[in-house]
């Protein structure tokens, strides 16, 4: 397979302003400047974008910026922390939510993201003024499972969870937010509803709902006020103005068990 052509950026301009000031279609510039046809489309087409004449891609400025921080995300996931550790896997958030490096959405892990977990981030997208299209291609998704998720009609399954959620919070907010997953399942049964166990924790779980533990909480570590702290090296500041600056540790002592006591220590990076 022969070499790509390399083009002098004389050469680009040229082809470029060729285009976009007289409106000759890009087969007879090519063809009078020996230029690839693909080539040219590639160079003309971030030109648009630049003068806000496209919607569907990233100005020049943004697409360096990306390149920075893909390459400093990179830096940090090859990079070998304290004693010896690597960093977690993670890029600092959690998928769907805002980085607070780039102010973008971002979609994190190693594993093909669920569908909950792009919807967000395409509208996000969207909102911004780029086609659904070109997000997708960007993210390495199917354009048509997009658009085929926001026509294909709610599941059984959804259908009845969105009957049951208000009733739920109705029965926990009636108990003045004491009741848990067996009582609500119980009272639920009462009135007729044929609900198992199972559904009644995973939704409560997505509405965020908790019942009161009766007596005291589990504590696992009872702090010392006179022993001796650790020095704030950061000055409780852990924001960061580039990837790789900061690192941050937190310790947890888990035991006793029979072997004694351990301290599971775990290590991250500080991003933005």
Known sequence: ????????????????????????????????????????????????ADAGERDDRLITAEHEELKQLRKADAAVAGHAGPAGRRPPPSCGVEAGERD??????????????????????????KDKGLGVGFACRVLGLSES????????PKSVRRVRDEQLMPLIEQVHAESGGTCGVRRITRALRRKGGLVARCTVERLMRELGLEDVIRG??????????????????????????????????????????PAGRTWPSSWTCVHG
Do not use: F, N
């Open 100 to 125: 607070p490096q780039s102010r973008e959405r971002v979609l994190c892990g190693r594993t093909r993201p669920t569908p909950d977990e792009v919807d967000p981030v395409i509208a996000h997208l």
């Open 145 to 152: 499972a997009y658009y085929a998720r926001k026509k294909r």
């Open 216 to 257: 005291p909480r589990r504590r696992t570590t009872v702090p010392e006020p006179s022993a001796p702290g650790p020095p704030d090296l950061v000055d409780r500041d852990v924001t960061a103005s580039r990837s790789d600056q900061p690192w941050v540790a937190d310790m947890t002592y888990s035991g006793p068990d």
């Open 1 to 48: 397979m022969p070499a790509p052509r390399t083009y002098p950026d004389e050469l680009r301009e040229r082809a470029v302003r060729e285009v976009r000031t007289t409106g000759r279609p890009i087969a007879h510039v090519v063809r009078d400047l020996g230029i690839h046809k693909e080539a040219l489309r590639g160079w003309v087409r971030p030109a648009e």
